[in-house]
C-alpha cells in the first residue's frame, strides 16, 4: 500500500471513530443554547437591534423576538454571539454574579471614547478602587450637605431664565442643570463662565461620538469626539496642575477636597491618566442620564395633569412649612417629605427606561434553567424589557405614579407576588449599581419642586422620546410654559 491508499483507507475510519466520540460527548454533554437566529454573518442582528423605536415600548425588535423565542434568547450583536435576556430572574443572577460568573464587557469603542481607565469598562481591583472613591463623594452625607444645597442653586438658576410665555427645549434646560451641577461638583466650574461654557461645547462634541457608530475616519462625529476628548483632558489637566502649583510645596495635605478633582488628588494614589478618565466617566455618567430623567418627567407629567396637581399639593405643603418657620432653602428633612414625587420619580425610571441594557459576558460557563451560556459569549440583560412587561406590571403601557404608593419595599402591582428588587433595576444592581442613584433621584425631586411651583407647561410641538437606543427627543422636547405662583 502506498502511503496515499493508506490515508485514504484510514480517513474514513478516523472520521467514523471522530463522529462517534462527538456524539458519545453531545450526548454526555449536550449544550443547549436558548432559542434564536445568529442572522447574517457578523453583522448578525445587530441592524434590527439598533432601530429606533418609541422609548416607552419595547421596539418591534423585542417584541417579535420574545414572541418567537421566549424571554431569553440567542442573536448576534456588535460582532458577537450573544444571550439577550428579558427576564427578571435571568437579569438579577447576572448582575449578582458580577466577576464571579460575568463580566462587565462594554464595546471597544466606548473604552476607545470613555479611556481605558473609565469606570464603565474597568473591572477586577482597579473597578472596585475607582468605585470606592465615587461612592465616598456621592455619599449621603456629602448630599445633605454640599450636594442639596448645590442642587438647589443650579435648579433655581436654570428656572430664573425662563421667560413668561416663552417657548424652549425643555431637554436643553435640563442638559444645562445637570451639566452646570456636575461641572461644580467635580470641578467647581462656575455656570455661565466662558471656560465652563467652552467645556459644554466641546463635551457636547465628545457626547455625539459615544453614541455614533466607531468609524475613526476623517469628517466623523467618533473622530470629532476624540478630538474632543483630547480638548476636555488638557482643560481637566490644566485645572488639575493648578490645584497641585496652588500648595506648592506645602504636599497634598494642603489641597482643598471638596470637589471631586481635589479629592482624588489629596485622598487617592490614583495616576494623572487614571484621574482624567474618572472625572470625564464621572461627568459623562452623571450628565446624560439625569438630564434626560428629568426631560422625561416633563414629558410624562404634562400628560398627567392629576399627577401634576397632586406633586403641587405636596409641595406647596412643603413650601408654606417653610415660609412659616421663615426658612427659604430646602433640607434634607423637607426632601424626605416629598413621597408622591418619589412615585413620579420611579414610575419616570419605570416607563421612561433611560438606561435600556447592559452590556456584560459570561466569563465561566453558566448554566440557567435548563439554557447554556457559554463562556466568552455576550450577555445583555434588558432591564427596560422587564420594566415594560404586563407580567410584573399592571398597565405597563400607562404612566400612573400611584402604583408606587403603599408599597413599602414589595412589589407596586403586589398581585403578581414578586419583589420589586427583582424586577425594577434602572440603576443597574449588584456590585456595579449606579453610584450615582441617589443624586439623580435628588436632581429630579429638587427640580420638580420648583418646576411645579412655579410653572404650568404644554408641548409646543409634538414630540416624543425614543431609544436610539440612547434614549432622546428628536426635537429637544420643546415646551411653553407660564408663570404662576401657588405661595
Ligand atoms: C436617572 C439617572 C441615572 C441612571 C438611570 C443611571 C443608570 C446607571 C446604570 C444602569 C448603571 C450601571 C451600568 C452597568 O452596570 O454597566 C450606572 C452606573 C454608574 N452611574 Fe449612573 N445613572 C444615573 C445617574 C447617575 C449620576 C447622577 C451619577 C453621578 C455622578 C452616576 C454615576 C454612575 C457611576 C459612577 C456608575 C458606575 C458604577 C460602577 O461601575 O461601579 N449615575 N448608572
Ligand atoms: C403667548 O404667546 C403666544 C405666541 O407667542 C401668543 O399668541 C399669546 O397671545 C401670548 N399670550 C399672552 C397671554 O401673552
Ligand atoms: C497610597 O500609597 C501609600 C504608600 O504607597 C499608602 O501608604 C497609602 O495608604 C495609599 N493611599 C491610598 C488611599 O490608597
Ligand atoms: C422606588 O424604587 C426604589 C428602588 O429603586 C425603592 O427602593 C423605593 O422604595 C421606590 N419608591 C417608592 C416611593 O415606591
Ligand atoms: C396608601 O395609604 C394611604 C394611607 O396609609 C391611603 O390614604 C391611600 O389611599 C393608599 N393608597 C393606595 C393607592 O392604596
Known sequence: MSDLEFLLFLLPSVLALFLFFNVIRRKKNPIHLPPGNMGWPFIGETIGYLKPYSATTIGEFMEQHIARYGKIYKSHLFGEPTIVSADAGLNKFILQNEGKLFECSYPRSIGGILGKW???????????????????????????????????????????????????????EAKKFTFNLMARHIMSLDPGKPETEQLKKEYITFMKGVVSPPLNLPGTAYRRALKSRSTILKFIERKMDDRIRKVGDQGSEKLEDDDLLGWVLKHSNLSKEQILDLVLSLLFAGHETSSVSIAL??????????????????HV????????????????????????????????????????????????????????????????????????DPSHFDGPQHFHPWRWQNTSGSSPSSSFGTTMSNTFMPFGGGPRLCAGSELAKLEMAIFIHHLVLNFQWDLADTDEAFAFPFVDFPKGLPIRIRRHSLI
Open 317 to 388: 405643603e412643603i413650601a408654606r412649612a417653610k415660609k412659616e418657620l421663615g426658612e427659604r432653602e430646602l433640607n434634607w428633612d423637607d426632601y424626605k417629605k416629598m413621597e408622591f414625587t418619589q412615585c413620579v420619580i420611579n414610575e419616570t425610571l419605570r416607563y421612561g427606561n433611560v438606561v435600556r441594557f447592559l452590556h456584560r459576558k459570561a466569563i465561566k460557563d453558566v448554566q440557567y434553567e435548563g439554557y447554556d451560556i457559554p463562556s466568552g459569549w455576550k450577555v445583555l440583560p434588558v432591564v427596560a424589557a422587564v420594566h415594560l
Open 118 to 172: 473609565s469606570m464603565l469598562v474597568l473591572v477586577g481591583d482597579m473597578h472596585r478602587d475607582m468605585r470606592i472613591i465615587s461612592l465616598n463623594f456621592l455619599s449621603n452625607a456629602r448630599l445633605k450637605t454640599h450636594l442639596l444645597p448645590e442642587v438647589e442653586k443650579q435648579t433655581l438658576l436654570v428656572l430664573s431664565s425662563w421667560k413668561e410665555n416663552s417657548t424652549f427645549c425643555a431637554q436643553d
Open 297 to 314: 418627567a416633563i414629558y410624562f407629567l404634562q400628560g398627567c395633569p392629576t399627577a401634576v396637581h397632586q406633586l403641587q399639593e405636596e
